[in-house]
């Protein structure tokens, strides 16, 4: 398989070189878990429904990234991929204003914009009979 990186970085603490891993095996357990690192595993596909399978097939659904060409498979990788966060022909999915958070068992709920306040505030409705 190929690989960039993975190497660590320095001799205290647990840090990791970014690493990119190509022609990764389906079975390995890079691509049946969900990883936690500067890690990326690339894995080409000739038609969209291929990768949204592949994409899906698993429990977890933090955030998910896509490259095309296409606008046409990009709405629809956008609609069918099960993550709580999507990049489409973008790393950058994190800004303060949108939420974070994942599906399945990569987590319930978000944080970060308007998603993420609400879980921190009290609502109340009060309805009142008009006492004219």
Same mark, same amino acid.
């Given at each position: ?39 990326? !595993?690339? %894995?080409?596909?000739?038609?969209? $429904?291929? /990768?949204? &399978?592949?994409?899906?097939? @698993?429990?977890? *659904?933090?955030? !998910?990234? %896509?490259?095309?060409?296409?606008? $046409?498979? /990009?709405? &629809?990788?956008?609609?069918? @991929?099960?993550? *709580? ?21 990569? *987590? ?25």
């Amino acid at each position: 398989r190929g690989e960039s990186g993975g190497r660590r970085r320095g001799d205290a603490g647990f840090f990791w070189e970014p690493t990119v891993l190509s022609r990764t095996p389906q079975e390995s357990e890079m691509m049946t878990h969900e990883p936690f690192g500067p890690i990326a !595993a690339i %894995a080409p596909f000739v038609r969209a $429904e291929d /990768a949204v &399978r592949e994409a899906n097939r @698993l429990p977890y *659904g933090l955030v !998910a990234y %896509a490259f095309t060409r296409s606008p $046409e498979v /990009a709405a &629809r990788l956008g609609s069918a @991929l099960e993550a *709580g966060v999507i990049g489409l022909n973008t790393f950058a999915v994190v800004v303060p204003e949108t939420p974070f958070g994942g599906v399945k068992d990569s *987590g319930y709920g978000a944080e970060g914009g308007t998603e993420g306040v609400s879980a921190f505030l009290v609502s109340k409705y009060i309805a009142h009979a008009d006492q004219a």
